[in-house]
């Protein structure tokens, strides 16, 4: 099994880290966007990353400008963004494609490992959710619709 947190991942610097900070954590990964209709639920988000992250879980959020360009800005407007509208706390990587031949490798990750509807191993749009377990498998994949808040009962199953 591939281990999650040492997958590559782009820092908001442009840097390439992972999430090996987070490893032992339960983690909720979301491709985000600041101009999408669900831009909203970066509140739930962050009431989730409150709520649990004493207890070792963390929000992780990919920015990602593939679907309307609904993440347009970068790194420094995307941060600020987070900051000054969701007061958003947990951390916010680079931007990325999660799909295409450009697709982050942890996207391609994700996508195998909790394939959406039908078997469809592409994203639809913004905010689509993996809950990730302790030990880095991928549990669980959310349409964009499911709201944050709607989630509570399989993070606290996992904590």
Request: proline share 7%; aromatic share 8%.
């Amino acid at each position: 099994m591939t281990d999650l947190a040492s997958i590559p991942v782009q820092a908001p610097d442009g840097s390439t880290t992972d999430l090996s900070s987070h490893k032992g954590e339960v983690m909720l990964i979301v491709n985000v966007a600041s101009k999408c209709g669900f831009t909203p639920q970066y509140e739930g988000l962050e009431a989730l990353q409150r709520k649990y992250g004493a207890r070792g879980f963390s929000v992780v959020g990919f920015p990602c400008n593939q679907f309307g360009s609904q993440e347009p800005g970068d790194a420094e407007e995307i941060a600020n963004f987070c900051k000054l509208t969701y007061d958003v706390s947990f951390p916010v990587m680079g931007k990325i494609d999660v799909n295409g031949d450009n697709a982050a490798p942890i996207y391609q990750h994700l996508k195998e490992a909790a394939p959406g509807l039908l078997g469809s191993k592409s994203i639809k749009w913004n905010f689509t959710k993996f809950l990730v377990d302790r030990a880095g498998k991928v549990l669980k994949r959310y349409p964009p619709q499911t709201k944050p808040e709607d989630l509570t009962r399989d993070i606290e199953a996992v904590l």
